[in-house]
């Protein structure tokens, strides 16, 4: 089986107040569910702010860290689920649901590499 990621792309600022927020993570939480019991799941969690990561890097023989992430905009990668599926159209079908459990949230699908 191939293995795709469903990346989940978010707007930068304060998350929305629970009345958004909780139907998303329920229907996320009945997602992972659905994908566990379909044996298609290896992998999901969600990331800390776009402002809270680092970047590490070589430059002129030696490795730099510096705050905040390595591309600036207004969205950046908010979560991820990885799962094993047999052709890109099962995965997209699975990238379908977890679009809609996230509602107006777009989510990225991409084969790994390799097997």
């Given amino acids: 089986m191939k293995q795709y990621v469903l990346t989940i792309y978010q707007g930068d ?38 402002d809270q990561a680092r970047v590490v890097q070589m430059r002129g ?3 730099f860290s510096t705050d905040g992430p390595y591309t ?14 047999p052709d890109m159209e099962t995965a997209l079908a699975w990238g379908r649901k977890l ?11 991409r084969e790994f590499q390799g097997e």
């Fill in 13 to 50: 600022g304060p998350p929305p107040g629970p009345e958004i927020l909780d139907p998303i993570m329920r229907d996320l939480g009945a997602l992972d569910k659905e994908m566990k019991d379909a044996g298609v799941w290896v992998f999901s969690g969600g990331l800390q702010p776009a």
């Fill in 61 to 63: 023989g030696e490795v």
């Fill in 72 to 85: 600036e905009g207004k969205e950046h990668i908010g979560g991820f689920t990885i799962i094993q599926a």
């Fill in 99 to 109: 679009a809609r459990a996230v509602a107006l949230l777009p989510v990225e699908v």
